[in-house]
């Protein structure tokens, strides 16, 4: 079973890909960084933040 993810720290990470998008040279970098920064998986905050 996939396990919860508390939704304050879903839409923090979201955010934060959208604030930082310009400090990296493409999407997909800034939503690996802030994935790491946050410890949750990449594909996962790629799909949040479609």
Do not use: F
């Not at 930082?20 to 594909?43: C, D, L």
């Amino acid at each position: 079973m996939p396990k919860k993810i508390d939704p304050a720290l879903r839409e923090r990470a979201v955010r934060l890909v959208r604030e930082h998008r310009s400090e990296y040279p493409s999407s997909a970098q800034a939503i690996v960084a802030v994935a790491r920064q946050e410890g949750v998986g990449s594909q996962t905050l790629r799909r949040w933040v479609r």
